[in-house]
């Protein structure tokens, strides 16, 4: 009987693979765009929304933030705005920079 159990297995396994494979093969892209690092000194509403658990509130604060006070000056400041704890910037942090926005050159 364990032999014909871990023969199934094997079988639904062996069938199974390349389907496995191609969806992570499809979703690797997706998860790749997803992973670019936002700048929170000049990302636009919609950029910021693309972050996990953003949503168009939060990402208003942010902006409400950075307008207010002149930029972030580091990421842990990401959690002076309202809505996002210390759990969801954990979450954030290697998803965002606070890369000061350029300079006009026209001084």
Sequence with gaps: MTS????????????????????????APKAAASAQVVNLNTASAEQLEGLPGIGA????????????????????DL???????ERSFLRLRPLVSVAAAKADSRE
Excluded: C, D, H, W
């Design 4 to 27: 014909t159990f871990a023969g199934a297995a094997l079988a639904v396994l062996l069938v199974a693979g390349p389907a496995v494979s191609t969806f992570a093969q499809e979703a």
């Design 57 to 76: 509130r939060v990402a208003q604060r942010i902006i409400e933030y950075r307008t207010k006070n002149g930029g972030f000056k580091k990421v842990e």
């Design 79 to 85: 959690m002076k705005v309202q809505g996002i704890g």
